[in-house]
């Protein structure tokens, strides 16, 4: 609906499709004016008949060019933007119970276009609903308009527009729907994004995890294997252990009887060393003994020697 532009006068259509032939056209009016789409159907109903105009910035060339305009088919709206005085109103509505604000404080609009979409909005104001709307306007006066979120419309003079709106007033709906369509793709493509991320993180994650399985299940075999040669260490080990409680008593009787042979042999080592003693003690005595004979054998002979 939006590339045909369902909605758009014939005339305004062509206008836009042949826009370079067109230079001082800015666009509709419903290109230039956007809302969230909760202000969507407030905008339209203060639109309505308006939705498709469209904005030029020069009058003088928009009149220059009448013929070509005369050549479209159907009748088409201008807006002229270079026409437009600055908005100028210093009315407080903040004390006011029910109201939201001005309507022009929930559209967006490019800088250059501020003046002209004040001068159609600055005086229409969101209310909670369309009966507060005779109440205000004997305050205000007959030159604001009222709007509801709903898309109801009143005026200051008396005029009501109730039900559902046209089908060219559903233009601005139709774009904010688009814009929230496309902020949603572009949000679930980041989330896409992001979960394709974290996606291939957990695929490296699964081949780390997997290259660890594997090097655990190849530590976990050389455990095993390990384990399986010291149960088989442990096994001899144990039957060692056996074998010498078996023969420790033995063991213990061979070291008992190494003992008293130890004992023994100390025993007779001291004797040993006792008779040593007494053997040098004799063996002095005997040395000395024959000592003093050989003393006395020199001087027998001796005396042989002086006998002779």
Not at 87 to 111: A, I, M
Not at 138 to 147: A, C, N
Request: net charge negative; with cysteine.
């Amino acid at each position: 609906m939006e590339n045909r532009r369902e909605g758009v006068k014939a005339g305004a259509k062509r206008i836009l499709e042949n826009q370079s032939q067109f230079d001082y056209v800015e666009g509709i009016l419903a290109d230039i004016i956007t809302a969230h789409i909760d202000y969507a159907a407030a905008v339209e109903a203060a639109l309505e008949d308006k939705t498709d105009a469209v904005v030029v910035a020069s009058t003088e060339k928009l009149l220059a060019g009448k013929d070509a305009v005369d050549k479209l088919d159907g009748r088409v709206h201008f807006i002229s933007a270079d026409k437009i005085e600055p908005f100028v109103n210093t009315d407080d509505l903040s004390t006011l119970s029910g109201v939201k604000g001005r309507l022009v404080e929930f559209v967006n609009y490019q800088p250059k276009h501020a003046a002209l979409v004040w001068a159609l909005l600055g005086k229409t104001i969101i209310v909670d609903s369309i009966e507060m709307s005779v109440g205000l306007s004997e305050t205000l006066g007959p030159d604001y308009k009222f709007v509801t979120l709903k898309g109801e419309f009143a005026a200051g003079d008396g005029f009501i527009k109730l039900g559902p709106l046209g089908r060219a007033a559903g233009l601005i709906s139709r774009k904010s729907r688009l814009r929230q369509l496309q902020d949603t793709i572009t949000n679930i493509t980041n989330e896409i994004d992001t979960l394709q991320n974290q996606i291939d993180e957990s695929i490296r994650t699964g081949d780390h995890l997997t290259k660890l399985c594997k090097d655990l299940r190849t530590a976990v075999y050389e455990a095993n294997t390990e384990k399986t040669q010291i149960n088989s260490k442990l096994g001899a080990l144990e039957g060692s252990i056996k074998r010498l409680s078996e023969e420790q008593p033995l063991i213990t009787g061979e070291i008992d009887q190494l003992e008293k042979q130890i004992a023994q042999s100390v025993q007779r080592e001291y004797e040993s060393k006792q008779k040593l003693q007494e053997l040098e003690t004799v063996n002095n005595q005997r040395n000395a003994r024959i000592n003093q004979l050989q003393g006395d054998f020199s001087n027998f002979k001796l005396n042989q020697q002086t006998l002779s």
